[in-house]
């Protein structure tokens, strides 16, 4: 078999993969399904093998870990969930709310630290934070 012949047999392979009866080509033609298994390709730690129902499957990655991905999926999915796991998501919002509160204060800290430890080495550094703060107070009022 030449090269040609193998690049064509090839093509022919793929294209009956893409119409093999039972694959799944994205999530939504899995609505109504339900899973039956879940086989691990050999050799390929990252992905699984969904069987459904009627005799469809899906090739797809694992159940992603990263704090990143799960958040957003959660909050892809809150609409849904939240009737159901209200109380989690109460949870969830507080420790939030404590995250984004402890960052706002490490910047702070992270900033006065920066001006402090600068003070002798940029002398003029006193004068340029007065005229800001002078400039931020003759300013409309913000938040202070």
Same mark, same amino acid.
């Given at each position: ?6 690049? /064509?047999?090839?093509? +022919? /392979?793929?294209?009956?993969? /893409? ?13 109504? %399904? ?7 390709? &050999?050799?390929?730690?990252?992905? =699984? ?10 090739? =797809? &990655? #694992? ?7 799960? =958040?957003?999926? *959660? ?7 939240? &009737? ?5 998501? #109460?949870?969830?919002?507080?420790? =939030?709310?404590? +995250? #984004? ?6 910047? *702070? ?6 001006? +402090? ?5 940029? &002398? ?6 007065? /005229?800001?703060?002078?400039?931020? +107070?003759?300013? %409309?009022?913000?938040? %202070?």
């Amino acid at each position: 078999m030449g090269n040609e012949e193998k690049w /064509k047999a090839n093509l +022919d /392979k793929v294209a009956y993969l /893409k119409t093999f009866p039972g694959w799944l080509a994205n999530w939504k033609q899995a609505v109504g %399904s339900t899973i039956e298994e879940i086989i691990p390709i &050999p050799n390929q730690d990252a992905h =699984t093998v969904l069987l459904l129902s009627q005799g469809k499957f899906i090739v =797809t &990655p #694992q159940a992603h870990h990263e704090p990143q991905m799960v =958040t957003a999926g *959660l909050l892809a999915a809150r609409p849904q969930l939240e &009737p159901i796991h209200a109380e989690a998501f #109460q949870e969830y919002d507080r420790l =939030t709310h404590v +995250d #984004q509160e402890a960052g706002r204060e490490a910047r *702070l800290e992270n900033i006065l630290n920066a001006i +402090d430890n600068n003070l002798e080495r940029i &002398p003029e550094l006193k004068s340029h934070i007065r /005229k800001l703060v002078s400039q931020w +107070d003759n300013e %409309s009022p913000r938040s %202070s």
